[in-house]
Nanobody
Framework: QVQLVESGGGAVQAGGSLSLSCAAS????????MGWFRQAPGKEREFVAG????????YYADSVKGRFTISRDNAKNTVYLQMNSLRPEDTAVYYC?????????????????WGQGTQVTVSS
């Protein structure tokens, strides 16, 4: 079993930056692919960014490419999401997720463990 705890959300003006962290329990964290998803009010949860176990491969939704950066520190069992040039449409609850098979997918059902989410609000 893996537990994920997100932190770092908050409110920021458009054009600003925020950094999210996701701390994971469990000794097998380093073998998991990790992802960030988000859910805006009235919308379905969507993929934002993902990273394979080694950290060498990352992938992003088109809407955040060039603005967001995902990274991980396996020694600290933590994955990060650096968000720059934030826009009001980035407002959502952001969730961290873990894929125990390390496949590097973008669909919700490919992820086995989820955090509780952290709110990000971007004002115009």
């Amino acid at each position: 079993q893996v537990q994920l705890v997100e932190s770092g959300g908050g409110a920021v003006q458009a054009g600003g930056s925020l950094s999210l962290s996701c701390a994971a329990s469990g000794r097998t964290f380093s073998t998991y692919a990790m992802g960030w998803f988000r859910q805006a009010p009235g919308k379905e949860r969507e993929f934002v960014a993902g990273i394979l176990w080694s950290g060498g491969s990352t992938y992003y939704a088109d809407s955040v490419k060039g603005r967001f950066t995902i990274s991980r520190d396996n020694a600290k069992n933590t994955v990060y999401l650096q968000m720059n040039s934030l826009r009001p449409e980035d407002t959502a609850v952001y969730y961290c997720a873990a894929d125990r098979y390390g496949r590097g997918r973008i669909r919700e059902y490919d992820y086995d463990y989820w955090g509780q989410g952290t709110q990000v609000t971007v004002s115009s």
